[in-house]
């Protein structure tokens, strides 16, 4: 109960692992299970996120909850330096900023505004699944994970649309989903059954020669991050963008 009343310092979130009794040499760390027997726990915080880096106002009001905790459960706590973490989480927060990167493309009416209802019913054949929030989601078929989302430039009451948008947060999309072709190929689909137009944010139409340009620089960007340890994806790589 004490450790459940430590969920988040500012916008970062908080987790306890444990080691169980018998443990001698201290390699098999678990998520903490009611009723085990513990030697030794062990808080972890992310220290960066989307949001920024951890700072000291948060770090110290970590180390105070940690020392209530370790009070009320009858244990010591060992707390790392102030200044080590703050700096480990400033250059953490840093490749979260150079990484930062959503790629999106727009489709444009040929003619007369989408009606929303035809709209809607384009969309879910493409297969998109709809949110609460107006906004549209294509899913991964293998896990379920977000390749894209479109969206319209109208509010959600609006009946009509002339323009929608597709976008792919690069950094949460592994490689091998290959999500950049499939947002295009979504689009470029789009475009045939809604009668619209490939274009960028300066509403120029999307040639395939600048397309393949995009697409390599989109493969530079997951090469830099693998090289950085976080693959785009991956575990690490979700924590740290959302």
């Given at each position: 109960?004490?450790?459940?009343?430590?969920?988040?310092?500012?916008?970062?979130?908080?987790?306890?692992?444990?080691?169980?009794?018998?443990?001698?040499?201290?390699?098999?760390?678990?998520?903490?299970?009611?009723?085990?027997?513990?030697?030794?726990?062990?808080?972890?915080?992310?220290?960066?996120?989307?949001?920024?880096?951890?700072?000291?106002?948060?770090?110290?009001?970590?180390?105070?909850?940690?020392?209530?905790?370790?009070?009320?459960?009858?244990?010591?706590?060992?707390?790392?330096?102030?200044?080590?973490?703050?700096?480990?989480?400033?250059?953490?927060?840093?490749?979260?900023?150079?990484?930062?990167?959503?790629?999106?493309?727009?489709?444009?009416?040929?003619?007369?505004?989408?009606?929303?209802?035809?709209?809607?019913?384009?969309?879910?054949?493409?297969?998109?699944?709809?949110?609460?929030?107006?906004?549209?989601?294509?899913?991964?078929?293998?896990?379920?994970?977000?390749?894209?989302?479109?969206?319209?430039?109208?509010?959600?009451?609006?009946?009509?649309?002339?323009?929608?948008?597709?976008?792919?947060?690069?950094?949460?999309?592994?490689?091998?989903?290959?999500?950049?072709?499939?947002?295009?190929?979504?689009?470029?689909?789009?475009?045939?059954?809604?009668?619209?137009?490939?274009?960028?944010?300066?509403?120029?139409?999307?040639?395939?020669?600048?397309?393949?340009e995009i697409a390599?620089?989109?493969?530079?960007?997951?090469?830099?991050?693998?090289?950085?340890?976080?693959?785009?994806?991956?575990?690490?790589?979700?924590?740290?963008f959302n």
């Amino acid at each position: 109960p004490h450790l459940q009343s430590l969920r988040y310092t500012g916008s970062k979130p908080v987790r306890f692992l444990g080691r169980r009794e018998g443990d001698e040499e201290g390699k098999n760390w678990e998520t903490i299970v009611p009723g085990n027997s513990y030697r030794q726990i062990e808080a972890c915080i992310q220290i960066a996120n989307r949001n920024g880096a951890l700072n000291e106002i948060e770090f110290s009001e970590l180390l105070l909850r940690l020392r209530q905790i370790a009070d009320a459960i009858g244990a010591e706590p060992d707390i790392p330096e102030m200044a080590e973490v703050i700096e480990k989480a400033r250059q953490l927060y840093q490749f979260v900023s150079d990484h930062d990167a959503k790629l999106g493309i727009s489709i444009r009416s040929n003619g007369a505004p989408w009606q929303r209802v035809t709209l809607n019913t384009a969309l879910e054949k493409q297969g998109f699944e709809s949110r609460p929030d107006g906004q549209f989601v294509m899913r991964d078929k293998e896990n379920g994970g977000v390749l894209f989302t479109l969206s319209t430039n109208e509010l959600p009451a609006s009946e009509t649309a002339t323009r929608l948008t597709l976008l792919m947060d690069v950094p949460c999309v592994a490689p091998e989903k290959d999500g950049f072709s499939q947002m295009i190929q979504c689009g470029k689909a789009l475009c045939i059954r809604l009668d619209g137009a490939l274009i960028d944010d300066g509403n120029q139409l999307l040639t395939d020669r600048f397309l393949e340009e995009i697409a390599g620089q989109v493969n530079d960007f997951y090469r830099e991050m693998q090289e950085c340890s976080i693959p785009a994806g991956s575990v690490r790589a979700l924590k740290l963008f959302n």
